[in-house]
């Protein structure tokens, strides 16, 4: 089963378009980065894509469930990291995973078990009784990806994650959410910065709206890096 296919959506705010026509599908368990500038239509995709906004034309399915007429079945295989930041810096890391935990109804021992093993998986264990605010951006933005996979979503969306992170945390991000599609969870990372995509990684390229290109890569850059090819593809 896809874990996300996108056909046909079309989005505009009055008279300004966002999205036109834009089509692809991501499989089980792979990393697919979207990236595009400014403006290219990437957290309006996203609003749609978590059931924010409704679409003007067009289909979304998340783990083969229609977001628009089996919503809450394709928002419980959905795991979110906005772009904004929303962990309670008062609270521990654990706190606010608990906190979390208990919205979507895992409770006890399970709550605990589920809580333990995110913060394994993102490499925060050491830090879970510590205030959050005592955390660095690095470690912040772990927490809340961890609190994403609480409710063990197969798709996890994360809207430009890295943003205002060291080079070291942002490289440190990256790779752990490359590593989360080894069990078959499906990723959407956007960004705007081309040296967080893998040559491996499914790339769909979104510009003024459109998709530019879609496929492997590694493919698309060709011989270039992919920051010049980028740079080609959306040169006026
Ligand atoms: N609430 C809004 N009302 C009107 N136009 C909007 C609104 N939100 C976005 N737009 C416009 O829609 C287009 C797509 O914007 P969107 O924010 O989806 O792009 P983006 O790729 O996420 O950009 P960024 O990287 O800056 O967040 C842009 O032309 C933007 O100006």
Do not use: N
């Given at each position: 089963m896809n874990g996300i296919t996108v056909s046909g959506l079309t989005f505009s705010y009055g008279t300004r378009t966002a999205l036109s026509d834009v089509s692809f599908d991501i499989g089980r368990g792979r990393f697919c980065a979207l990236l595009g500038p400014n403006g290219a239509g990437k957290s309006t995709l996203f609003s749609i894509l978590t059931g924010l906004r409704p679409t003007d034309t067009g289909h979304v399915t998340i783990a083969g469930h229609?977001?628009?007429?089996h919503r809450r079945a394709a928002l419980a295989q959905l795991g979110i990291v906005f772009q904004q930041p929303t962990l309670d810096l008062d609270l521990t890391v654990r706190q606010n995973l608990s906190y979390f935990a208990a919205l979507h109804g895992i409770r006890g021992k399970e709550r605990a078990k589920r809580i333990d093993a995110v913060l394994e998986r993102l490499f925060i264990t050491d830090r879970a009784d510590d205030k959050t605010r005592s955390l660095n951006g690095g470690h912040r933005r772990r927490t809340e990806i961890a609190r994403a996979l609480l409710h063990d979503p197969k798709v996890l969306l994360l809207d430009?994650?890295?943003?205002?992170?060291?080079a070291q945390s942002r490289k440190a991000i990256t790779d752990h959410v490359h590593d989360?599609?080894?069990?078959g969870t499906t990723v959407l990372w956007a960004t705007h910065?081309?040296?967080?995509?893998?040559?491996a990684d499914r790339l769909v390229v979104l510009h003024q709206s459109r998709v530019l290109a879609d496929g492997t890569a590694g493919v698309i850059r060709g011989p270039r890096n992919l920051n010049d090819a980028f740079l080609s593809m959306v040169s006026p």
């Open positions: 229609d977001i628009a007429t430009e994650p890295t943003v205002g992170l060291d989360l599609t080894i069990d910065l081309p040296d967080e995509i893998w040559d």
